[in-house]
């Protein structure tokens, strides 16, 4: 079946410009994720989702930035003003809620200049 | 000291061999493992889930060791498709406690 998608594939946008970020889950998932990726570094986790619980946004950097997630589907991040070290790889990732078991989207590589 | 810890490698190992990772984790609370793949500039890939009596599939062992709090993965008989960093992943409860490795790169060469 489908996986994870997410769009776009890349963005570069300029310092102080508002990106948005989306994220197709699996269908059937309830549990969305989205994490920060640097070059060579680990998972950085910002925002979970779950069915229709108010998300945990505890992993957020800063208020500019901010995910809603549409009909228990479709989930939107995005970043307002952006800066340069916003610049990474953004991952979600969907889960059956409770498995653990996460499988992500490609990603969207996110150049800030 | 991280929550789960790896060794970042890189293990340079021919093709044909057998290979093993350890990972570490802090949280003795941890009750679910796991084993991702991430080849270079692609997302996680789940590889397989660790129980507490260890499981099998194909060329690859997972095992978990709870009195030192370590999961290990052991690949035999290394492809070269097998090149790639594989990430832990340890789960300590709720959704909000799942921490990801930053991984071990692994190279086999021809």
């Known amino acids: 079946g489908a996986g994870v998608s997410q769009s776009p594939s890349n963005k570069v946008t300029e310092k102080g410009k508002d990106v948005e970020l989306r994220c197709d889950p699996i269908s059937g998932h309830t549990a969305l994720y989205w994490y920060r990726q640097s070059l060579g570094q680990g998972l950085e986790f910002l925002i979970y989702?779950?069915?229709?619980?108010?998300?945990?946004k505890s992993g957020l950097p800063s208020d500019r930035f901010s995910a809603e997630r549409t009909g228990g589907s479709v989930s939107t991040l995005t970043i307002q003003r952006t800066q340069q070290e916003d610049s990474a790889v953004y991952l979600c990732?969907?889960?059956?809620?409770?498995?653990?078991?996460?499988?992500f989207g490609p990603g969207t590589r996110l150049t800030v200049t | 000291r991280k929550e789960v810890e790896q060794d970042p490698g890189p293990f340079n190992v021919p093709e044909g061999a057998t290979v093993a990772f350890n990972c570490t984790y802090s949280?003795?609370?941890?009750?679910?493992f796991f084993w991702y793949r991430q080849d270079c500039r692609k997302e996680p890939k789940l590889l397989m889930s660790v129980y507490s009596s260890g499981n099998e599939d194909g060329r690859f062992t997972a095992q978990l060791n709870r009195a030192s709090q370590y999961i290990s993965l052991l690949i035999r008989d290394s492809k070269l498709s097998d090149s790639a960093t594989y990430l832990c992943v340890a789960n300590s409860g709720g959704y909000q406690k799942v921490t990801f490795g930053t991984g071990t790169k692994l190279q086999v060469i021809p």
């Open positions: 989702f779950q069915g229709n619980s108010a998300p945990d």
């Open positions: 949280n003795s609370a941890s009750q679910s």
């Open positions: 990732a969907s889960e059956v809620g409770g498995s653990y078991e996460q499988y």
